[in-house]
């Protein structure tokens, strides 16, 4: 695939910023154990059948802190390319909860938390994320995991529409959930941009970067 140019890796922080893409969908068997396909409600608790599917570093958790990881993994359930729900995952979030996504450097808060699912959605219809690692130490949730998908819509960018291929994607990704009184406080996601990009064959153009000429 031809080269984007400069000013293609100056804004590749504006494109990626509506990424938040960092926000996707847990997989179906970690998801299932905190709703159904058709239901609203949180759970307040797992059980030790449901947490056993889940890539716990430590399964000896308090009920506060299972209480917490179904909120977390409830919000990646309603991310989904197939189960999307922006109001809830919007709803998630305490009144002055915030997304930030650190590589992009932007932060998202209110109406504006909706188009973070929304966005990965339309880029990877089928988004969904493997869990790896999760790790719960009171009100804070931290998961290492990566973003998977096809890259079946059209990514805009400064040099011009960057037209879907139909690539996979397997982006690695580490989250840090914290919580208040059952609801996300703050969420800061660590996205690895470089490999999606690339994955979707969009490569860095660094020669033009060492020869703006």
């Not at 905190?34 to 958790?61: G, I, N, Q, Y």
């Not at 802190?65 to 989904?80: I, K, P, Q, T």
């Not at 188009?115 to 994320?129: E, I, K, Q, S, W």
């Not at 690692?133 to 079946?152: H, R």
Request: aromatic letters at 8%.
């Amino acid at each position: 695939m031809k080269l984007l140019r400069q000013k293609t890796i100056i804004a590749t922080a504006a494109i990626a910023s509506l990424g938040g893409l960092a926000i996707a969908a847990v997989p179906s068997q970690a998801a299932s154990p905190v709703v159904s396909s058709t239901s609203t409600e949180v759970r307040a608790d797992l059980s030790p059948r449901e947490l056993s599917k889940l890539p716990l570093t430590d399964r000896h958790l308090t009920k506060h802190e299972r209480e917490n990881l179904a909120v977390v993994l409830r919000a990646y359930h309603v991310a989904e390319g197939d189960s999307l729900d922006v109001n809830a995952f919007v709803n998630s979030f305490t009144k002055d909860g915030v997304f930030n996504d650190v590589v992009a450097g932007q932060a998202y808060q209110g109406e504006a938390l909706g188009g973070v699912p929304t966005y990965m959605a339309n880029l990877f219809p089928d988004v969904h994320r493997e869990l790896k690692s999760i790790t719960v130490n009171g009100d804070v949730v931290s998961i290492e995991l990566a973003i998977q998908g096809t890259f079946k819509g059209p990514l805009q960018s400064p040099a011009g529409t960057v037209k879907p291929t139909g690539a996979k994607v397997d982006v690695p990704t580490a989250d840090f959930w914290y919580l208040d009184n059952g609801k996300v406080e703050k969420f800061n996601c660590y996205v690895g941009y470089t490999a999606m990009y690339a994955q979707m064959g969009v490569n860095l153009d660094w020669a033009s970067a060492v020869d703006p000429s």
